[in-house]
Structure formats: structure tokens, C-alpha cells
């Protein structure tokens, strides 16, 4: 992560390793800048800095970072097209959540559990009444985790570990 990113999520403590001596020493004010294009690099370091309560600057040689020596092996192993330039992943945190369902309030209706589409549907593949062509075919993609045995339903995890679906009373 680097520092503007800090400094976006409002992190006001950081440490920062770095595996160039130069550039960390430099910036820590404990070597001089001769190369006239690292200037402006320090400059504009300097200034991001002001937004942090306590920041530290760290050497960390590239043999002892087992994390940047992971991923510069996973890099190497990957094909790239040069002549196309490799866009940044963007990401976001939001304050509060995409989806939210209270279980508490959400009753049983009609006396069938929450899971009876999907049981009706990897029993006798039939789709609910009132389901729309995306809803079904939402149905047939989430159905792929779930598995019956005897009058059972199991949702397979992501470890491949089975969960029993119950309803409220069994909760």
C-alpha cells in the first residue's frame, strides 16, 4: 500500500519498509540527495508526510521481505503482453454493508423454510412460482453449492466442508 493510499484511509501511524537503502536513508535525512531527480521525489514525500500523527521509515533488505520475494516469484511466473500497459486494481471500502437481512424479523412465511426453493429445486429441479428466467437461472448457478442427501439439504462451503441448511425451529 502506498502512501496516498495511507492517507486516503485515514491512517494517521505508519511504517513504511522499503528494500532500497538509498531511497530510505535519503528520505529519513540521514544521507544526501545527489541525483537531481530524486528532488522532487523528496520533496513531494516530505509533503505527503505532514498528513501522518507518527511515521517511520524502515530499510528492510530484499532477502529478509519473504512477502515482496513471494510475489516477485509469483510476477516472474506470469506472461505479459508489453506492449499493453497494465491498468491498477482499484479498490473501495464502504462504511456499511452491500446487503443486509435481519433473520429476526424476516418470519417464516407459509410454514416453509428459508431454503425451500433451493430444496424443491435440487430435489425435483422445479423452480418456484412466480420466478422470473434471472431468477432461475440464479437458482440453477447457487444450486451447484448445495447437496441432498435423503431429505436433507447440505450447502458445501469453500473448504468443501458440507453445512446443514435448517430452518428456524432446528436453529
Not at 521525489?41 to 533488505?61: A, G, N, Q, S, W
Request: aromatic share 8%.
Amino acid at each position: 500500500m502506498g502512501i496516498r493510499t495511507s492517507i486516503e484511509r485515514k491512517i494517521k501511524v505508519l511504517e513504511v519498509y522499503g528494500d532500497s537503502a538509498l531511497v530510505i536513508y535519503q528520505l529519513k535525512g540521514e544521507w544526501q540527495i545527489r541525483d537531481p531527480k530524486l528532488v522532487n521525489y523528496r520533496k513531494l514525500v516530505m509533503e505527503l508526510i505532514k498528513e501522518f500523527d507518527d511515521i517511520t521509515f524502515c530499510y528492510l533488505p530484499r532477502e529478509e521481505n519473504q512477502v515482496a520475494d513471494a510475489l516477485a516469484t509469483l510476477a516472474a511466473m506470469i506472461k505479459v503482453n508489453k506492449q499493453e500497459d497494465m491498468k491498477p486494481i482499484r479498490m473501495s471500502i464502504y462504511e456499511a454493508p452491500a446487503h443486509c437481512c435481519n433473520i429476526d424479523v424476516e418470519e417464516e412465511k407459509d410454514d416453509h423454510p428459508w431454503y425451500q426453493d433451493m430444496l424443491r429445486y435440487v430435489k425435483n429441479r422445479e423452480y418456484p412460482d412466480q420466478a422470473t428466467e434471472n431468477d432461475k437461472r440464479t437458482l440453477r448457478r447457487l444450486a451447484s453449492d448445495y447437496v441432498l442427501d435423503r431429505e436433507i439439504l447440505y450447502k458445501r462451503g469453500k473448504d468443501q466442508v458440507l453445512l446443514r441448511c435448517v430452518d428456524s425451529v432446528e436453529a
